[in-house]
């Protein structure tokens, strides 16, 4: 089961959820410098083999599992192969995510299964298969990518930052349950960061937004990837919601 790991014994195995555009690529590249194994989770495996393709041109190998977190039998399969190739797995970063810019009374039952199984369900759904594994090594970092919506709220975003307010609720909860395991349990709450996902506001609101931001600037992918390079580093910090929101909410 470990032979792949012969001789990387200082080496973690780290999986990470939507981790072929975006943040998630911005934190794959960040675990990949700190000499990580990486499987990288994404429902859409061209993007996923672009990314390696891009990544293997760097000098940087990681290994791609085509998975849809919100349902079971992909998170079963996803982290049966980890396991079974790696041995263990040490870090988890719940990264992928899927958002809902609606009125509250035109949100469907449609989206609701679709950003809480996404979202709520598969943070939750991911973090259970992993735990025995880290709970058997008595060590193990998981991270889950929450929002500034999830601490604030956002109109026309009452779905999304519904589930993001569970992600938060949910860490604290899990790390008080593994903390006596040596499991650490945080969340990353950005703020405004410049991804395709901000597709849905007009220049003009992003402009207004931006006015708003003591730092003056819109956040990029790199900001919160260095959040969670201090994380896995780190080994003390558990239980925390960590905003990189350049001030905005303080």
């Known amino acids: 089961m470990y032979k792949n790991l012969r ?35 994404d429902y859409n495996q061209t993007n996923a083999q ?31 192969y980890t396991l079974n190739k790696y041995g263990r797995i040490d870090i988890l970063v719940n990264n992928a995510g899927v958002s809902c810019y609606k009125l509250t ?35 193990g970092c998981i991270i889950n990518i929450s929002s500034i919506w999830g601490l604030v709220g956002a109109s026309m975003e009452s779905l999304y930052s519904l589930t993001k307010g569970g992600i938060n609720a949910f860490t604290k909860s899990l790390a008080k349950e593994l903390a006596p395991s040596g499991i650490r349990v945080n969340a990353i709450a950005p703020g405004m960061i410049m991804t395709d996902m901000n597709s849905d506001w007009s220049d003009e609101e992003l402009e207004q937004i931006k006015e708003e931001i003591p730092l003056g600037r819109f956040g990029q992918p790199e900001d919160v990837a260095q959040c969670v390079k201090w994380l896995v580093a780190d080994n003390y910090t558990t239980g925390q919601i960590i905003s990189p929101n350049g001030g905005w909410v303080i």
């Open 7 to 41: 001789g990387h014994d200082d080496k973690k195995i780290a999986i990470v959820t939507g981790g072929s555009r975006g943040i998630g690529k911005a934190i794959v590249k960040a675990l990949a410098e700190m000499k990580n194994f990486i499987v990288v989770v």
């Open 50 to 80: 672009i990314m390696q393709s891009e990544l293997f041109e760097q000098g940087i190998s990681i290994d791609i599992f085509k998975a849809d977190i919100s349902k079971q039998k992909d998170i079963d399969a996803l982290v049966d």
């Open 105 to 139: 009374q035109d949100v469907t039952k449609a989206d609701w299964d679709r950003v809480v199984g996404t979202n709520l369900f598969g943070t939750f759904a991911m973090c259970q298969r992993v735990i025995d594994s880290m709970v058997d090594n008595h060590c």
